[in-house]
């Protein structure tokens, strides 16, 4: 019996049990490098953050996941088992322990091997108040085709990139035509638009995006990488040089990657509003394999909702991320990709909170439209999905 009440008083350590939990599901961010401000490798690194760590994960802020509807591969939330374990170690005085082999640490938390090709643009000045416009820059070509299967994006300034999306512009296209290459440039609005490939989406909170065994994304041979940058001011100039990396499939694969969007530009969210709603929708032209989801929204957002509507109407909860966060715009990753036959229809429904209840809202007063700047909105929903390997974008939307 006393031996019994001892091992139910016993204190986890850190290296028997807190750092497994860590390695799992926070190093992955939490480390030299990565989008976390401070690394959780080591017990020395660890050991000061001890009850913040504890306060956090039991209000469920960290590790960071919004989804309240779907079931995700990617979902770090820890369990209930492994919130207690923190908090019975904080609570007992974090104590270290013996330090065990567990072997290598999980994948995610590795560094990947050397990327195939990698390209960081020309340093960019932020203004402290001023909101740029987009910025495009064009860079290097593809000499051959190839298939990116893993693509990431290292801003040197994090909380200056708004977003950052990588397209592949195929030869010869019209888009952004006679602009320079290798320098920065800004776009009007219909010269921006483009159906382009893309390869990669930078958003907060987001990190390296690998595409599951025997899927890739093709970019053909004399493609050029062109990025679009929002950048967002915060308080004080700041500098931006990023770098994007992307690395190819050494087999051929099976699927060719699409991240396609349900966006609504004509949004109109009365001043004041608490509870705004939108929708959008569209069907499918032909049988996919769906992914994930990268719900995007501004400032006032609040909720973000993928759902399935049959024709009679009943609609099927893919995912509803609530409440939205726009310092951690996630992709989550559906745990068993979903078929999507041609004619489906999806639909997003977003909800804004434009009150003063909204600590983000820049100005409770304005009537908000769809445009760039984070003052105004956006409702962009995209979604990828994996298609035959002979089939790109353009071929995938005349099967209608």
């Known amino acids: 019996m006393l031996l019994l009440a001892a091992a139910l008083l016993a204190v986890p350590d850190y290296h028997s049990t807190i750092a ?13 490098g990565e989008i976390a ?4 490798e080591t017990y020395v690194q660890v050991r000061p953050w001890a009850r913040a760590i504890r306060e956090t994960v039991l209000r469920r802020k960290m590790p960071p996941w919004f989804a309240v509807a779907g079931t995700f591969a990617n979902d770090p939330s820890l369990t209930r088992e492994e919130i207690a374990a923190i908090e019975q170690w904080a609570d007992g005085k974090a104590p270290e322990g013996k330090p065990v082999s567990r072997g290598r640490a999980i994948s995610r938390a590795e560094e ?21 416009e987009y910025q495009y820059i064009i860079l290097g070509e593809f000499g051959t085709d190839q298939w990116v299967r893993r693509v990431e994006v290292r801003p040197s300034d994090r909380r200056a990139v708004h977003h950052l999306v990588v397209y592949a512009r195929a030869a010869g296209s019209a888009w952004l035509a006679g602009r320079p290459k290798n320098q920065f440039f800004t776009a009007r609005p219909e010269e921006g638009a483009t159906t382009a490939d893309i390869l990669g989406v930078y958003t907060p909170g987001t990190r390296a995006t690998e595409l599951p065994e025997g899927m890739a994304r093709r970019v053909r041979a004399g493609s050029e990488i062109v990025l679009q940058i929002h950048y967002n001011p915060y308080g004080r100039e700041a500098k931006d040089a990023s770098e994007v990396r992307l690395w190819f499939s050494k087999t051929a694969p099976r699927y060719n990657v699409l991240t396609l969007q349900l966006n609504q530009p004509r949004i109109l969210i009365p001043p004041f509003a608490r509870d705004h709603v939108e929708t959008v929708s569209g069907t499918m032209p032909g049988d ?3 992914l994930n989801f990268l719900p995007h929204l501004h400032l006032r957002g609040k909720s973000f909702e993928y759902r399935i509507v ?5 609609a099927e909860t893919l995912l509803k991320v609530s409440p939205y966060d726009f310092y951690w715009q996630l992709q989550y990753w559906l745990a068993t990709p979903r ?3 041609k004619g489906t229809r999806l639909q997003a429904e977003a909800h804004w909170d434009n009150s003063a209840a909204n600590a983000a809202n820049p100005d409770p007063s304005a009537e908000v439209t769809y445009c760039e700047p984070s003052r105004c909105e956006m409702m962009v929903g995209f979604f990828d ?10 071929s995938f939307f005349l099967r209608r």
């Open 288 to 290: 996919a394999l769906l």
């Open 310 to 314: 049959a024709p009679g109407g009943r």
């Open 20 to 32: 497994p939990i860590l390695e799992r599901r926070c190093v992955g961010c939490h480390r030299k």
């Open 339 to 341: 078929l999507l036959k």
């Open 37 to 40: 401000p401070m690394a959780l």
């Open 385 to 394: 999905v994996a298609v035959g390997a002979d089939v790109d974008k353009e």
């Open 112 to 132: 990947p091997p050397a990327p195939d090709w990698a390209m960081r643009a020309p340093a960019v000045r932020i203004p402290a108040k001023t909101e740029l």
